[in-house]
């Protein structure tokens, strides 16, 4: 498929592609007359790049994710080096989080000091 029809297949734009082929993570082949070429493994590539952007991950972080599937893998996870992303993914979380509440700690004792009758909200579960 050429490139048009991957972005539209993705969800992604044309310049994106061409991003994700600039940093090598994807790869297209080229026609003779230098269209870019992708398969449906590309497809695969790109979906699976775009989920792992869409919850935070950075392009650096989906590298290994890609070499995951371009071995042959079913899914960019099952991999240790993969596994390894996602372990130091869910640390930085857990890291913002606590720091969050610090602050949020924080805020809540300032609103407190400035106004003594006010009621805070509840705190309300993810």
């Known amino acids: 498929m050429r ?3 991957l972005a539209r297949r993705a969800g992604v734009s044309t310049r994106a592609l061409r991003y994700y082929e ?14 870019r070429e992708y398969g449906e ?3 695969k590539l790109v979906t699976e790049i775009r989920s792992l952007l869409g919850v935070g991950f950075t392009l650096e972080d989906a ?6 599937l371009r071995a042959g893998h079913e899914s960019g996870g ?7 992303v996602y372990q ?7 890291d913002e989080i606590r720091t969050l509440l610090t602050r949020r700690a924080e805020v809540a004792g300032q609103l407190t000091d400035a ?7 509840k705190q309300e579960e993810p």
């Open 3 to 5: 490139i048009g029809e």
């Open 22 to 35: 600039q940093q090598g993570l994807i790869t297209a082949r080229r026609t003779a007359n230098g269209y």
């Open 63 to 68: 590298r290994p994710f890609v070499a995951c």
């Open 115 to 121: 106004c003594p009758g006010c009621v805070l909200r």
């Open 88 to 94: 130091r993914k869910l640390a930085e979380i857990d």
């Open 41 to 43: 493994a590309d497809l």
């Open 78 to 84: 099952s991999c240790p080096e993969s596994v390894a």
